[in-house]
Structure formats: structure tokens, C-alpha cells
Nanobody, 122 residues
């Protein structure tokens, strides 16, 4: 059974950077599409970016960059030039698939982590 654990959240000043990690255990993430989602207070969960399992193609995410290290069974979300509106709980999710991910839709993912809080404030 695949388990996902996010880490790296915290308090960061506007304009700063943060790197979130999503570590998989129990199963290799190699054959999974991994997506990052976030949920701001009082808002619905929204997709941020995803990375495919094969060649690691990704969706465009502006100031954020998603990457994967299969040797470490971990996917990262590098957040640069963060803004207060980036505040929220960030989740990673996984779905076993060999196709390229082109959209980040929560209903398409089967496994979820518990989330990590990101707060952007001065």
C-alpha cells in the first residue's frame, strides 16, 4: 500500500522560497503520476502541478517547479517568489499511470498525503 508523507512546510516571508517534499513508502513512485494540490482557508482544493511517471514531463506552474528523484522515492515542489495568497495546506497525491499528466484534477488521484502547512507572511 502506497503511503505519501509531505514535509518542508512552514512560515516564509513574501518573496522567499520553500521546497516541499513528498516521500513515498511501501511502493516505488516510479510508475505513478504525482500531483501537488493546495487548499487555502475557506477555499476549495486546487491543483498546482503534476509530474508524469515516465520521462517526468510536468505541467506549467509559474513560480513553482515540480521534480522527482526516483532513487529517493520523492517528489519535490520548489516554490519561489512566494506570495501571501500561496498560503494553505499543500498535499501531494498519486495515481498509477504511464500517460503524461496534463491536468491536475483531484478526483483522478487515488493516494493522498496528510498535507503540510505553508504560511506566507511578513
Amino acid at each position: 500500500q502506497l503511503q505519501l508523507v509531505e514535509s518542508g512546510g512552514g512560515l516564509v516571508q513574501p518573496g522567499g522560497s520553500l521546497r516541499l517534499s513528498c516521500a513515498g513508502s511501501g511502493v516505488s513512485l516510479r510508475n505513478y503520476i504525482i500531483g501537488w494540490f493546495r487548499q487555502a482557508p475557506g477555499k476549495e482544493r486546487e491543483g498546482v502541478s503534476c509530474i508524469s511517471s515516465n520521462v517526468g514531463s510536468t505541467t506549467y506552474a509559474g513560480r513553482f517547479t515540480i521534480s522527482r528523484d526516483n532513487a529517493k522515492n520523492t517528489v519535490y515542489l520548489q516554490m519561489n517568489s512566494v506570495k501571501p495568497e500561496d498560503t494553505g495546506v499543500y498535499y501531494c497525491a498519486a495515481v498509477r499511470s504511464q500517460v503524461d499528466c496534463t491536468t491536475v484534477v483531484a478526483d483522478e488521484y487515488d493516494y493522498w498525503g496528510q498535507g503540510t502547512q505553508v504560511t506566507v507572511s511578513s
